[in-house]
């Protein structure tokens, strides 16, 4: 049931038991001082002698144009600081004393030292003593130098009066008026010099000396400290108080009577900083504001190039205060808990915090407590909401508070069940507001009464830890980035949970696009389009993100996605990413803007004119974006040092001179055998020196840059002779490199490596192989001339050998033609008588005989025919004839001689003539049917079973209906076969491939070849 109470109340929840996510990180940091009248915590880091600093007594400081910080040390000289590491320069070093009480940069560069014991100018090679011949200079010391931009001239104060040097010396400016100068007496900007004496305030331009009133009535004030920055502004510190000219009047600042004020700095767009006796102020909204720097005397205040602001102090050292556009708050500033886990705006544009312990209102100067009716609102609030009516809504643990401005009311249950932890609220544009709890849902409060959605109403998980509201009014919640339709909940497609390390905050841009928080960073959900599948896109560390867990996802009125995680916030340029598809994001460290917070879920409340405020596990912070000066600059980055290993060389024996400021050789030039180098290098940042990466490379020996890395130091060794330069860059922690610092240098090679010896070895060489190439043509003729003397009687050898083998054969030739001849015609008459024998009645006894005789006397004219034809064609005189010739004829005549022979073995002679063959051709009818029954009758011989085929193909055919064809016989038995190893020996004369099977078939070898 609902109670009532009196007044208003917050919610909040224990991290880990109500599960109410919180960024996780580490608290780092270099000194964190608070003052209970501060206005915020600061942040700051301190430098003692411990850290490195010569001396404690720091009186003045600047940073020079090369990047470095000049420190006057009283009792310690002149100190370099490179944001890492002290460099002492002292009387050793030519400083004319060690008590330096200020230092100076005109437009050279150059650094101008004021001590008690003379003024002393330092180029980067040589320190100069300008005072050494000056008696009064030096029994006065050096208070004050200003001046010395664009051809002004430096102005050098004392204790007695103002010097000048133009140049060539130091002179007066006027000896009878200005007496009894301060410490910080001096200002000038452009030509124009101001002087404060114990006699008032005095102006030097156009070579006029003019004193001035700053006390109201004309009365005459001391003053003691003066500032005249860019902005036009003067500021006078008289015995009186602090005055600021405005226009041609000097106006006095507020309680400054008895600050004794001994520094000013005024930067441009940002509140001035003074420092006193008694510590160091801003001056804010028209009044002093303490800082955390109390009880102690401010000499010296300056301005690095990154917007740091350093205090150099009496006796405590040196302070440094890293700029940042976030203002923070916590405990110590009057909030009641250290983690604001809800941030929202009020009636009379109060801003209402919901913390661990409690709820607070401020007013814009001041936090005050909200106890609520009998201290009810004294615990842990989760959540906090102003609807547009102007009632308060507060979650605290499991109950809802409300408050209308006449009556509260609480809530325990909803529709019967606990209302659970709320984590988030949101309102529509028609007033209906939505509770996100941890583990019961959706709370839907319409003014009328509540409704709860789980997933029984299409929420993919009753543990919903976010809700949002987009410009159309439409609501979107929970695991699933669910959408609601008006009476259920449709998850997002391609939206897991489980993939993305569970929705911890959702925002909807103007363009549709959803932008999720998950633990493992940002996705984003273009709106569908037809026809093409749903799609995410993650944003990680690896895109510039500065951590992952995205518990608090912010779009601001000028379209940025504001993220905070575990390592601070990110603001992520969302109209550059719908126009480019790039994403562009800013970090802020949680060390270095947020004073060691990391962002709390859903607590952000953006102000007029683009602030904005966050909770953080620290408390509370402000962003200001006038105070934002956008990205960082990179680091200057210089070569510090050049080391020969192993050894201290004298660089004068390779190098023409050095460097200012580093000494570095230049134009160097190193022996073959000094190649191991050592380069050491610097990136100077102030703001996060520790986080500074390098990445250098050697171009004439890498072709990439070297990995990211901290360490300040390449070494290479076993360099080869050749021109090397080597390169370097730094990179600050937002990932900007700054240009590439380069240099130069040579490693010549040994002499055995140089032109001239490559040039005289090739001369030798020329010549040695000169007279070489002539002794060696000298021989090569004479064994040439011998070798052509052997060849020519070998030759004739030859010739004669030749002429009688081609006789010899000659002779066989005719040999065998003649013997064929005489041998065919008594065969002939054998074969003839047998003929007739075999006509007469003969008994099977003498049949048989005249068979024999007959089938001999067959065979050895068969021999004879071969050994004839072969002597002619040995002897070249075989001659083709050419006349018709019909294919099939000639084949089956071919045929005819066989069939006996085929049938007695029982095997099968076919041919086969393909259609594209002419019937009649032109050629040798003769020798055609010689090669074909040669073939034939040699597959027969060898075939005891199955067939023997005759097939006739056209190879090729004429272009022309005259032209010549190619015809392609080929003959196919299914007899014994020809091993593959003796298949070469097929066509040679007088051979067989099988001695055992030519005895047991018969035959010369002559066939085929002959074929």
Known sequence: MPRSDDFVWMLHSAVKRYGIRLACGVVVGALLLSSPAAAQNERITAYETEDGLPKMQVWDGLQGPEGYLWLGLYGGGLARFDGQEF?????????????????????????????????????????????????????????????????????????????????????????????????????????????????????????????????????????????APPSGRLWVETGQGLFRRVGSRFEKLPGTSDRD????????????????????????????????????????????????????????????????PFDHFSTADGLPGDISWDVDRGPNENLWIATRNGLSRYDGTSFTDVPGPDDQLRQELTSIHWTQDDILWIAARSTLFRYDGDTHTSYDRVEGDPVGTVTRIVETPSGTLWFATTERGLLRYDGSGFARFTTADGLTSDQVRSVTVDDTGQVWAGEGASRFDGASFHPTPAVDSADLGGVLSLEVDAKGHLWIGTQRGVFVHPPPQRGEAASLRRITPDDGLNGTSSVNLHLDRHNNLWVGNEGGFNRIDVDAYHRTGQVSIRSYDKDVDLRGGVATEHATYEADGGVLWFGTSTGLVRYNPVQDRGRPAPPQTHLTDIQLYPEDPDWSRYADGTTPWEQLPTNLSLPYDKDHLIFRFIGINYTVPERVAYRYRLEGLDERWSTATKRQRATYSNLPPGSYTFQVQAANSDDVWSPVEAYSFTITPPFWRTTWFYLLCAIGGIGLVTGLIRWRTWSLQRRQRLLEAKVAERTEE???????????????????????????????????????????????????????????????????????????????????????????????????????????????????????????????????????????????KFTEEGEVALRVRVASSPATPDGTYELHFSVRDTGIGIPKEKRDRLFESFSQVDASKSREHGGTGLGLSIS
């Open 87 to 227: 460099k002492r320069l002292a009387i050793d070093e030519g400083l004319p004393g060690n008590l330096a009480t200020t230092v100076h940069t005109d437009s050279t560069g150059a650094i101008w030292v004021g001590t008690l014991s003379g003024l002393a100018r330092y180029d980067g090679r040589e320190m100069t003593t300008l005072t050494a011949d000056n008696s009064a200079l030096v029994q006065n010391g050096i208070q004050s130098v200003v001046g010395g931009t664009n051809g002004t001239p430096v102005w050098v104060g004392t204790s007695d009066n103002v010097y000048v040097h133009d140049g060539e010396g130091l002179r007066r400016l006027a000896p009878d008026r200005l007496q009894n100068l301060y410490p910080d007496g001096l200002a000038s900007r452009g030509d124009t010099l101001w002087v404060g004496t114990s006699n008032g305030l005095y102006r030097y331009t156009d070579s006029t000396l003019t004193a001035l009133s700053v006390v109201d009535g004309g009365a005459t004030a001391s003053v003691t400290t003066l500032a």
């Open 261 to 324: 004020v001994l520094s000013i700095l005024d930067p441009s767009g940002r509140a001035p900083w003074l420092g006193t006796r008694s510590g160091l102020y801003r001056w804010r909204g028209g009044r002093l504001q303490s800082t955390a720097i109390g009880d102690v005397s401010v000499q010296g205040l300056f301005e690095d190039q990154e917007q740091n602001v350093w205090v150099t102090t009496d006796s405590e050292g040196l302070y440094k205060y890293p700029h940042t």
């Open 798 to 940: 030859l010739e004669e050998a030749r002429e009688e083998a081609l006789a010899a054969a000659e002779a066989k030739s005719k040999f065998l033609a003649n013997m064929s001849h005489e041998i065919r015609t008594p065969m002939n008459g054998v074969i003839g008588f047998a003929d007739l024998l075999s006509d007469t009645d003969l008994t099977p006894e003498q049949q048989q005989f005249v068979d024999a005789i007959q089938s001999s006397g067959t065979t050895l004219l068969s021999i004879i025919d071969d050994i004839l034809n072969f002597s002619k064609l040995e002897a070249g005189e075989t001659e083709l004839e050419e006349a018709p010739i019909r294919v099939q004829t000639c084949i089956e005549e071919a045929l005819d001689p066989l069939a006996a022979k085929v049938a007695e073995k029982g095997i099968e002679l076919t041919y086969l003539i393909d259609p594209a063959v002419p019937s009649v051709i032109r050629g040798d009818r003769t020798r055609l049917h010689q090669i074909l029954l040669n073939l034939l009758s040699n597959a027969v």
